[in-house]
């Protein structure tokens, strides 16, 4: 295996970041989550994951026997998903489009209010695009991995932990819960290794160990922690890592009840040019027949080989969601219909 050693220092980059991030919103240090009202705001989020838009005169005034059938139908979902951790991989349409940005967290914020433990991995690709734009590098792919040098690791760095991640926490902080910025680096969460190509890939990496010991307080208390994917190996050399690895690594380590990655198709589906063919539930089997008869292919395999890793080491479910619904975290977690697919052990 080639390997990659940070003994020349990176290379000089002069920039700055000329989008500022949102103001966080100051909080109190108490870990309670906020007054009724809030949670009053919060519910009427349900009203709009699980059931159509009431018509334009009463959208903003549905009867309270409505909002309270909702309520009572979330119930089963509530009581069997309480206590229970979920690591949600945030990423594609749903990141860019503020909209679906705003569905996102609300829903996590509403799950983290009914009792259940979310935790939040996500990458960046299209902000780090845009960066590396305004300074004239140019961004190259290899099977679907960014080719990463010592200065594109450095603002990669920079974009995801400094500038992406600190945003997230702002919104969900801003949307009632409190959320808490890492990244692999903080309390040796993730350590990296380079990928067996390194020679090609420069620093992109994979996990080559998992210390959850700094995220269970975390969750225990009641806090939703939100990870940037990238880690150093044990000399210290930062590596950029695949967001759904991460999530389904840390799931894993976690003992997850459930992994959802996010992603920009519907799930997987028995004919890929036909958007109607979505296979709702699969297990192991079942989808690794897919990957060798070639229904699975592209950029799905190794989404689905994330969610076979996951389930071979504990995790109960892993589901592929389309991130382009409004709501489709709660459309996947407090319904039977679900919002993509599921595969099971």
């Given at each position: 295996m080639a390997t990659i050693t940070s003994n020349a220092p990176?290379?000089?980059?002069?920039?700055?970041?000329?989008?500022?991030?949102?103001?966080?919103t100051p909080k109190s240090?108490?870990?309670?989550?906020?007054?009724?009202?809030?949670?009053?705001?919060?519910?009427?989020s349900i009203n709009a994951a699980v059931s159509p838009p009431p018509p334009t005169e009463t959208r903003n005034a549905p009867s309270p026997d409505y909002r309270v059938e909702i309520l009572s139908e979330s119930l089963p979902f509530i009581q069997k998903f309480r206590g229970k951790t979920i690591v949600v991989k945030?990423?594609?349409?749903?990141?860019?489009?503020?909209?679906?940005?705003?569905?996102v967290v609300s829903d996590l914020v509403l799950l983290s209010c009914v009792g259940l433990r979310p935790i939040l991995v996500h990458g960046g690709g299209p902000d780090i695009n845009r960066y590396l734009k305004q300074l004239n590098i140019p961004a190259e792919f290899r099977d679907g991995?960014?080719?990463?040098?010592?200065?594109?690791?450095?603002?990669?760095?920079?974009?995801?932990?400094?500038?992406?991640?600190?945003?997230?926490?702002?919104?969900?902080?801003?949307?009632?819960?409190?959320?808490v910025g890492l990244s692999g680096h903080d309390g040796r969460l993730l350590t990296a290794r380079p990928v067996p190509n390194s020679a090609q890939l420069g620093f992109v990496g994979e996990v080559a160990r998992v210390d959850p010991n700094v995220l269970r307080p975390l969750v225990d208390y009641g806090y939703i922690p939100v990870?940037?994917?990238?880690?150093?190996?044990?000399?210290?050399q930062a590596y950029n890592i695949n967001a759904d690895t991460v999530a389904g690594e840390l799931a894993a380590a976690l003992g997850a009840e459930k992994l959802i990655l996010l992603t920009d198709v519907a799930g997987i589906l028995e004919?890929?040019?036909?958007?109607?063919?979505?296979v709702k539930e699969i297990d192991i089997k079942g989808v690794k027949r897919?990957?060798?008869?070639g229904k699975v292919a592209g950029g799905m395999i190794?989404?689905?080989?994330?969610?076979?890793?996951?389930?071979?080491?504990?995790?109960?479910?892993?589901?592929?969601i389309d991130g382009r619904r409004q709501h489709s975290l709660l459309h996947e977690i407090m319904s039977d219909e679900g919002a993509g697919t599921m595969i099971t052990g």
């Open positions: 990176p290379k000089s980059s002069s920039f700055s970041l000329s989008t500022p991030l949102k103001p966080l240090p108490s870990l309670c989550f906020p007054p009724r009202k809030n949670q009053h705001r919060l519910g009427l945030y990423g594609g349409a749903a990141m860019t489009s503020p909209e679906l940005k705003a569905s991995l960014r080719v990463t040098d010592a200065t594109t690791m450095e603002i990669v760095s920079m974009v995801l932990v400094g500038k992406v991640n600190k945003n997230l926490v702002s919104l969900i902080n801003a949307a009632g819960a409190t959320a990870i940037a994917s990238v880690a150093a190996d044990e000399a210290g004919d890929k040019d036909d958007p109607g063919s979505l897919m990957i060798e008869d190794p989404k689905v080989k994330c969610c076979i890793r996951s389930l071979a080491q504990g995790v109960k479910t892993a589901s592929i």
